[in-house]
């Protein structure tokens, strides 16, 4: 069997039998599998408006995939991208709310904002990483509750003792009527074009410049790289720093697209620890993350519907979400079981 | 004559390229069969293929006159084939025994029983006279010492033929004394060997038959006591080599690398470099002579700004580069072919390509407003393959599946095309064949006779003794002395290195330090 043909067919059997798995879930408690997968179908595709959904779910997927998956290429685990993407939703639904601007200052303020939110979050582990060689891992998890409680009391003072604050001007918003006419008025947005051109910019950064260079040999071998000539320490904080504002940006897509508002929160958001999941899916390249994206949010967001359509309870939804996603990630037992087979063949 | 293994016309393929192409190789018992060639000439390969790693295309192999087929390591391990590999397989931070039963656990009503373990151990060491210790960690074992872990442990699991990966390729020469001995007590115990080297006096020293490959194919089979290591050396690269290496005269001129009183401390903060004073002047190449840890690594890396500098000068051209980060080292004209090719030489995991342009990938014609062209990285690529013939089958080949000699030929391509003023030789040619080191040290000749200047550091006496136009002997941070190759000898040099004063050879570049140690008479 050729590679190619074993690259396209291990997703698929990937994809089937997690499915199939998903089923006998389904079958053991109870449920109709088919009832419940045609509810999931529906849900992700059943109209247009779905749809739209659908890719407006992918879009925070997509950044905070990139998030991870570019600290992961410069050889760092950035386990704060749920902290730093909640930074990034505060900043710019702030800036959103603070001042009226015309359209074109505002909203790519706004954007900013919670970039730089973002970016300072990251900066704050790399620097520590870098100067005092405390481990990223304990610092970003840290980082993410300290965003969690600081982003609720700031919520709180800006919306003078409220839990949200109030909608942010329509000249920050990422709200598209286009968007809106073509997938019947769901709340599909223009940051998809912004997370789209962002997988273009990593990919840029890390295949065109010497900086993406210095990045990737430094993730791979930080004594060749001192060697070398290369600013290891420097590295180390550019790296977080621009994990840092791609979940920034996966934040103020929900502050300016989704909700238009930033709300105080009984517990973490989850985009940001399931894009490592995303990441690692895409082989944290910067298509793949579009890949593991799409996968991540199409299930999510279709799940919703099973509970309604199909009567299927949240929990058992969840675990056949769940299941899907361990087959794909394992698609690694797949391709060794190929093999296996190819060889056989070979061997008769 | 009984054979206990034969490996007839094996033909191994990975994709277009041919790794073994009709290699025969026959192994009679109780004898140590030596398999020579160069790095990169297929030995390992045959070896996988004996081991079970991989599969052969063509041939067949036969264990004591039966064909077999070794689909994988256990059917080798119960055919009674051990491999000593070169990379030690071993569990720093368990016990000799535990590393040993690994993965073959003895139980006792389903608990581990390490004691009877560590019996059998300690019997299977007397046997052979390995004198290992059963409860030993090996992390506080020394490199020789877990090397015989690892033969133990083929032992321990019954193997009667012993495959030895290039066996001396870390150890100190005690060492080698020592494994050789263990060698011929395991064939007088009734085993057979296969020893894996380049390396031709240990050939001559234990081995009874040697089997020559070259590029993947068999060049045959001759009985060592027949033979002589030049005819060796031919049959294994294919040509004439030359073992003395030739050169011209050296024209040296004005000083190019000055240091001054320098003085370096290790991350633990202990001085190991002890106001230590040297010049390396154009055109000539200076070798320094040491036992290993004498603050060899601390002066190359306080040289190339890879280590704080505590007190002293140094300077290149009478330019200060004292503490300078290494790429101004490098812009200032310093070239350095590190030590450890794999920790600081390489980046393992990126193509041999972006690897060549490692120090250079920021500058133009490569690099432009921060952008680079990949295609000048590759057309860069190409070239130093060429020059340096770097065997690999491109520039996007990862540099991790390069043999040893083709990466270190690669550092060296891209060290000398950047044309430094000071190239830092750092054992150059470790675990490198003759034919690559007849190439390297011929390298490093030509800088020098280009007007450059060359800094050699060695603890080969050899090499130090053939290359170097004058040779600083460091002991414990300091250069004891300074003495011109052709009027010393070996000897003399290993006293100095140990420490011991010898009275300088009329030579003007004596250096006025000399300790008032006692002799000794060896």
């Known amino acids: 069997m050729s590679i190619r043909a074993t690259n396209l067919l291990v997703p698929v059997i990937s994809v089937i039998l997690g499915l199939l798995v998903g089923a006998i879930v389904m079958l053991v408690s109870g449920y109709d599998p088919i009832v419940g997968y045609t509810a999931l179908w529906n849900g992700i595709f059943g109209d247009l408006y779905t749809i739209g959904e659908t890719i407006r779910q992918i879009t925070p997927y997509i950044l905070a995939g990139l998030a991870v998956a570019f600290a992961f290429r410069s050889g760092l685990f950035n386990i704060g991208v749920e902290g730093q993407l909640i930074v990034g939703w505060f900043a710019a639904a702030y800036v959103g709310v603070a001042v009226e601007l015309p359209k074109i200052i505002h909203l790519p303020l706004a954007i900013l904002a919670a970039a730089a939110a973002g970016a300072l979050w990251g900066f704050v582990p790399g620097l520590l990483k870098a100067k005092f060689h405390v481990h990223e891992v304990i610092v970003t998890i840290m980082m993410n509750y300290i965003a969690l409680h600081t982003t609720n009391a700031l919520i709180k003072t800006v919306s003078d003792g409220g839990d949200r604050t109030e909608s942010i001007f329509l000249s920050a918003s990422l709200r598209s009527e286009f968007f809106q006419n073509l997938t019947d008025f769901s709340r599909l947005h223009y940051g998809i074009l912004i997370a789209l051109a962002m997988v273009a910019v990593m990919w840029f950064i890390l295949e065109k410049t010497t900086l993406g260079f210095e990045l990737k040999a430094v993730g791979f071998n930080h004594n060749a790289s001192e060697y070398a000539g290369m600013n290891v320490n420097k590295n180390v904080i550019l790296a977080m720093v621009i994990s840092g504002a791609f979940a920034g940006l996966a934040g103020s897509m929900e502050a300016l697209g989704t909700f238009e508002y930033v709300s105080s929160k009984g517990g973490f958001t989850g985009i940001g620890f399931d894009g490592i999941a995303v990441a690692l899916l895409g082989m944290n390249t910067p298509l793949g993350v579009i890949f593991g994206a799409t996968l991540f949010g199409s299930l999510k967001y279709g799940a919703l519907n099973m509970p309604n359509a199909a009567g299927i309870p949240l929990e058992i939804v969840e675990i056949v979400i769940a299941v899907i996603i361990f087959f794909v990630a394992s698609g690694y037992i797949i391709r060794l079981f190929l093999l296996r087979a190819a060889k056989k063949k070979e061997a008769k | ?522």
């Open chain 2, 1 to 522: 004559m009984e054979y206990v293994i034969e490996m007839l016309n094996i033909r191994k393929e990975f994709g277009t390229f041919v790794a073994n192409d009709d290699i025969t190789l026959q192994l009679k018992k109780g004898e140590i069969h030596a398999l020579l060639g160069e790095n990169g000439a297929g030995k390992s390969t045959l070896m996988n293929v004996l081991f079970g790693l991989y599969q052969p295309e063509g041939g067949e192999i036969r264990v004591r006159g039966k064909k077999v087929d070794i689909s994988n390591p256990n059917i080798a391990n119960d055919l009674g084939i051990g491999m000593v590999h070169q990379h030690f397989m071993l569990v720093e931070n368990f016990t000799v025994t535990e590393n040993i039963i690994l993965g073959n656990e003895p139980t006792k009503f389903g608990v581990t029983n390490k004691k009877d373990a560590a019996k059998r151990v300690q019997e299977v060491s007397e046997q052979y006279g390995l004198n290992v210790d059963p409860h030993a960690l090996i992390e506080d074992i020394s490199v020789g010492m877990q090397q015989r872990v690892e033969i133990l442990k083929t032992l321990y699991r019954g193997a009667e033929i012993l495959i030895f990966d290039e066996p001396t390729a870390s150890l100190t020469p005690q060492e080698i004394v020592e494994l050789i001995q263990i060698m011929k007590r395991l064939i007088a115990e009734g085993k057979s060997i296969i020893l894996i080297t380049h390396k031709l006096k240990e050939i001559m020293d234990v081995s009874d038959r040697v089997t020559v490959i070259r590029k993947g194919q068999g060049i045959g089979t001759v009985i060592t006591a027949e033979t002589n290591p030049a005819d060796l050396a031919s049959l294994m690269v294919g040509r004439q080599v030359e073992f003395k290496t030739v050169k011209g005269q050296a024209n040296p001129t004005e000083d190019a690398l000055s240091i001054k009183d320098l003085v370096v401390e290790d991350y633990r903060g202990v001085e190991k470099v002890k106001r230590l004073n040297l010049t390396v002047r154009k055109g000539e190449i200076v070798g320094i002579a040491g036992i290993d840890g004498n603050g060899q690594s601390e002066l190359i890396e306080a040289i190339t700004g890879l280590r704080k500098v505590k007190s002293g000068t140094i300077s290149l051209h009478d330019k200060d580069i004292t503490g300078l980060k290494p790429r101004k080292v490098t812009e200032a004209g310093i070239g350095h072919i590190p030590q450890d090719r794999h920790k600081h030489g390489l980046v393992l995991d990126f193509p041999i390509g972006h690897n060549i342009s490692l120090q250079t990938y920021y500058k133009s014609p490569i690099s432009k407003g921060g952008i680079i062209d990949y295609k000048k990285i590759d057309e860069k690529a190409l070239q130093i393959i060429k020059d340096f013939d770097v065997r690999t089958q491109g520039p996007h080949t990862p540099a991790r599946a390069l043999s040893g000699g083709n990466q270190q030929k690669a550092i060296i391509g891209r060290e000398v095309d950047r044309d430094p003023d000071l190239l830092i030789a750092a054992l150059p040619t470790r675990g490198l064949d003759v034919g690559a080191i007849e190439f390297i040290h011929s390298r490093l000749i030509e800088q020098r006779d280009n007007g450059k200047a060359v800094l050699l550091i060695s603890f080969e006496l050899d090499e130090v003794m053939n290359v170097s136009d004058r040779i600083a002997v460091i002991h414990d941070g300091e250069i004891v002395d300074v003495v011109v190759p052709e009027e010393t000898t070996e000897q003399e040099l290993g006293l100095l290195m140990a420490g011991h004063s010898v009275k300088a050879q009329g030579n003007g570049n004596n250096d006025s330090k000399k300790e008032g140690e006692d002799q000794h008479v060896n």
